[in-house]
């Protein structure tokens, strides 16, 4: 973890202590479960417990993260038995890899301390809450609550600190691998190898997301460093990023042009300004492929950079054959827009656009590209983008802001990044230099940021290149049409035929994947009473493919697999999908699958991430052979979602229920029943679900009047809004049964 993987023994002396016969003690010790002091250690035990009413019996004991601040504390504790009884603690360092974006002092440009470490004084279960060190009934008191609520600790020792009980602060190293938080706890670890006190581990308060004992990369999970033995060996320091950072040669390649007249400006890329866009592409490359396996070429937004280990590199390919190979490069800038969204630390690190070297130009394909493949059945020649890259930027990033509509008012923000490729366009127009493009991440100093990629549905906003040049450019932009629309006809029958071809179940099964929206009795259950779908005003096409359902479908499951066991309850986000989806594909084994989540990631998980959660969800479900059908989210502020869903639809190749977009094609104006003209509904019914609309009086969840609930006539579907989530539903599962799950051989 963190450049430590073990120089630390010196060469000479293991070669005179080999010939006597002898083995030197081991002076430093790493414990890290899966990895050290070997991949069967796992003796780091770690949970986070919250005073907040919604976490207060949350059981955090296999969460990937760990989280404290405010009202929450981590508990974390080492078997500390690789370490010989009676040696001497030297020092012992925790190091826990952070999964946030640490914010600089503005002042200093250092991390402020933010983590405090204390010595818990009883045992505890990885499935502690607040209340409780041992899970029994959290409302009760009884013996497995917690003396203090919050964790007992020790809060007489004087370790030196400022106050009693202190045992250390964290500082906050930058670098390469990310951001870690180092606690120095000598002063506990001696006192709990000398006897002096019992290892119940340590509580830290204060604030942060990190790494947890189940984090997916193994080499940033808690790290206790123990420099012990008869002599100190020295514990290595982590080595922060580099403050000073020198170019790569390319990147002052002198022009070897000669102009001809006046010099002007071509944009080459997909962006809508562009005039030459010719073979210019991107590609989305993930690091950790364990948890977000496959390829990544068709989303719409790409990640640079990343946390603790999980990293992002995005590469960027312009084609540049029209620029004639003597033309005089004056400059030329890459410029990317930033989500603005996940823009808000950009300013605090610095990000790289390194020369990618590959045998052949561009030798690598957008839609094959992946962290082991340069394209389909080609390896990176040294294992990894970054690996094939220049170890000096071309240039650092340069943030622009710009002005954008925020909440009915103009605001400026950091709209957009810049890198001044100057250098390497003269050194690829000329020939001097393979034009196999750039990679983007954050080896500098690790952090992170979004930017829209040239699939974004908005055009205008996709990555370009800005070259002034000599003799000039005439060649005008023509328009981009995009439509905001899945893709036309059948997209998704063909790879979901395959997909089934993979299904061991039992036929007729779904599973409903969802927060309050889906655990509603409201959604699908009524008809699991009688099973029969027995709505109102339906159509003859509708009729039939109600029917289609009920014939094939056991509705049944409707009501009954309806509770957080079963993948839906209230409040949950599109990470509590992607942590549990295997269990519940294990438990169900269902031969399809409706999905939505969303409504709570607003303003939560950004919609790159969510993307990701949901794509690998997906795919998870579809190794067992189930067929998703991914449902958007219902408005207001879910456009940016809607959005992720299209493009999940069109690179995966998923039945797409678009319920966004029926809501706005129905009711454009006057969807949401928080409207002023709906008040009087809610303050006569004192229900928010009589609204005469399609979204409720809370403005988040679908309306349900009782008038027009189970009706499938054109009103009903206008004024219902869970109404209409059942009656899209049925028809999409109807089309899957038909021409998937029914389907003859072709």
């Known amino acids: 973890m963190f450049e430590l993987r073990r120089a630390l023994m010196v060469v000479a002396a293991v070669w005179l202590l080999g010939l006597c016969g002898c083995r030197p003690p081991e002076q430093v010790t790493e414990l890290q479960n899966g990895v050290s002091p070997g991949p069967s250690y796992v003796g780091c035990k770690d949970t986070w417990i919250s005073d907040e009413e919604w976490e207060r019996n949350r059981n955090s004991g296999r969460s990937p993260t760990l989280a404290c601040g405010g009202k929450r504390h981590i508990l974390i504790q ?51 809450n607040w209340l409780e060190h041992t899970r029994t009934n959290w409302k009760e ?31 906050v190293v930058d670098g390469p691998f990310g951001h870690v938080h180092e606690l ?21 308060k204060g604030g942060g997301t990190v790494a947890s004992a189940e984090w997916p990369v193994a ?84 990640r640079v950079g990343g946390v603790a280990g999980d990293f992002n590199t995005t590469l960027l390919h312009f084609d540049l054959s029209d620029i004639p190979r003597h033309a005089s490069i004056k400059q030329a800038k890459l ?41 389909a059945g080609a390896p ?7 690996a094939c890259s220049g170890d000096k930027p071309l240039a650092i990033g340069k943030v622009v802001p710009k002005e954008v509509e925020q909440g009915g008012r103009k605001q400026r923000v950091d709209g957009e990044i810049e890198f001044d490729l100057t250098g390497a366009v003269r050194a690829w127009v ?73 299904f061991k179940g039992t036929a007729g099964t779904l599973s409903q994947y969802g927060d309050s929206i889906t655990v509603t009795m409201a959604y699908l259950a009524s008809y699991g009473w009688a099973n029969k779908i027995n709505a109102k005003n339906m159509t003859a096409e509708v009729a039939g493919e109600a029917e289609i359902v009920e014939k094939y479908a056991d509705l049944t499951l409707w009501r009954k697999w309806k509770e957080a066991g079963y993948g839906n309850t209230g409040m949950m986000m599109s990470d509590w999908l992607f942590t549990n989806v295997d269990g519940w594909q294990k438990k169900m084994n269902a031969e399809a699958a409706v999905i939505m989540f969303g409504t709570n990631d607003r303003g939560r998980i950004v919609p790159p991430v969510y993307t990701e959660y949901m794509a690998a969800s997906m795919r998870r479900m579809m190794a067992d052979g189930t067929v998703p059908m991914l449902t958007s989210i219902p408005p207001p502020g879910a456009h940016d979602y809607w959005l992720a869903a299209l493009n999940m639809a069109q690179g995966m190749k998923v039945p797409l229920i678009d319920y966004y977009a029926e809501i706005m094609r129905r009711r454009p104006d006057d969807y949401n029943g928080r ?56 028809r999409m599962y109807a089309q899957v049964i038909l021409k998937v799950f029914q389907a003859k051989d072709e």
């Open 380 to 386: 990176w020649p040294k294992g990894g983008p970054a």
């Open 335 to 375: 410029v990317c827009s930033l989500v603005t969204r996940t823009a808000r630390q950009i300013r605090s690190y610095r990000y790289g656009a390194f020369l990618l070297r590959l045998p052949e130009s561009p030798g690598w394909d957008a839609e094959a590209a992946t962290a082991a493949e340069r394209k």
């Open 219 to 302: 080499e940033y999970r808690p790290m206790l460093i123990v420099d012990h033995g008869p002599e100190a060996a020295g514990i290595p320091a982590l080595k922060p990023a580099t403050r000073e950072v020198e170019l790569d040669p390319v990147s002052t390649t002198p022009d070897a042009g000669k102009p001809e007249g006046e010099y002007g400006t071509v944009r080459v890329g997909q962006n809508s300004n562009c005039a030459l866009r010719g073979a210019s592409t991107d590609a989305y490359v993930k690091a950790n492929v364990a948890q977000f396996p496959g390829t990544w070429g068709w989303v719409s937004q790409c």
């Open 430 to 502: 000329s020939g001097q230099v393979p034009n196999c493009g750039v990679v983007l991440d954050n080896r500098i100093e690790g952090g992170i940021y979004d930017i829209h990629g040239s699939r974004s549905f908005q055009p205008e906003l996709r990555p370009y290149l800005e070259v002034t040049l000599s003799p000039a450019i005439e060649k005008k932009p023509q328009p981009i049409e995009v439509k905001l629309a899945p893709p036309p006809g059948d997209y998704w029958v063909g790879p979901m035929r395959q997909v089934h071809k993979q």
């Open 78 to 128: 080492f078997d500390l038995s690789p370490i010989p009884e009676g040696d001497t603690i030297h020092r012992a360092v925790l190091r826990l890899a952070d999964t946030g974006f640490p914010r600089r002092d503005g002042k200093t440009g250092q991390f402020p301390s933010r983590m405090q470490a204390y010595a818990l004084t009883r045992d505890w279960n990885d499935n502690a």
């Open 675 to 730: 409207l002023e003209k709906f008040r009087e509904v809610v303050e006569k019914t004192k229900n928010v679900y009589e609204v005469p609309t399609l979204i409720s009086g809370d403005g988040t969840h679908p309306s349900n009047p009782k008038q027009w609930q189970n009706d499938f006539s054109e009103e009903a579907l206008s004024h219902n809004g869970y109404n209409l989530r059942n009656y899209m539903t049925i």
């Open 141 to 171: 008191k009884d013996e497995g609550d917690w003396a203090t609520p919050g964790g007992e600790i020790d809060a007489e020792t004087d370790f030196g600190r400022e106050e009693k009980g202190l045992i250390a602060g964290d500082t």
């Open 184 to 204: 120095d706890v000598t002063g506990v670890v001696r006192r709990w190898q000398a006897g002096k006190a019992a290892n119940h581990g340590l509580l830290i």
